[in-house]
Nanobody, 122 residues
Framework: QVQLVESGGGLVQPGGSLRLSCAAS????????MGWYRQAPGKEREMVAS???????NYADSVKGRFTISRDNAKNTVYLQMNSLKPEDTAVFYC????????????????WGQGTQVTVSS
């Protein structure tokens, strides 16, 4: 069994910063790509940023230059540093990871966290 637990969301003023964390735990054999998605009210879930195990990153155009994704493989944790936040960044942010468990080490399953709310408002 695998769990992803996010933390770090909250209320911040426009122009402010937040750092999200997501820790994976459980019967983990290996973690491949990790990423962050978000879903605003009335909108579809969208990819924000992703990072491979070796550190290759990819960003949505809307967050390039403002958000930075990183990971600590020893801690099975992925981070999202969000700077220069805008009201349109308001959403529930979800952590995502491709994880192979000890029971099935050759199969990567897609796992999601429970989500953390980020609200950007004055």
């Amino acid at each position: 069994q695998v769990q992803l637990v996010e933390s770090g969301g909250g209320l911040v003023q426009p122009g402010g910063s937040l750092r999200l964390s997501c820790a994976a735990s459980g019967s983990i054999f290996s973690i491949n790509a990790m990423g962050w998605y978000r879903q605003a009210p009335g909108k579809e879930r969208e990819m924000v940023a992703s990072i491979t195990r070796s550190g290759f990153t990819n960003y949505a155009d809307s967050v390039k230059g403002r958000f930075t994704i990183s990971r600590d493989n020893a801690k099975n944790t992925v981070y999202l540093q969000m700077n220069s936040l805008k009201p349109e960044d308001t959403a529930v942010f979800y952590c995502n990871a491709a994880i192979a468990t000890r029971h099935y080490p050759s199969i990567y399953g897609n796992y999601w966290g429970q989500g953390t709310q980020v609200t950007v408002s004055s």
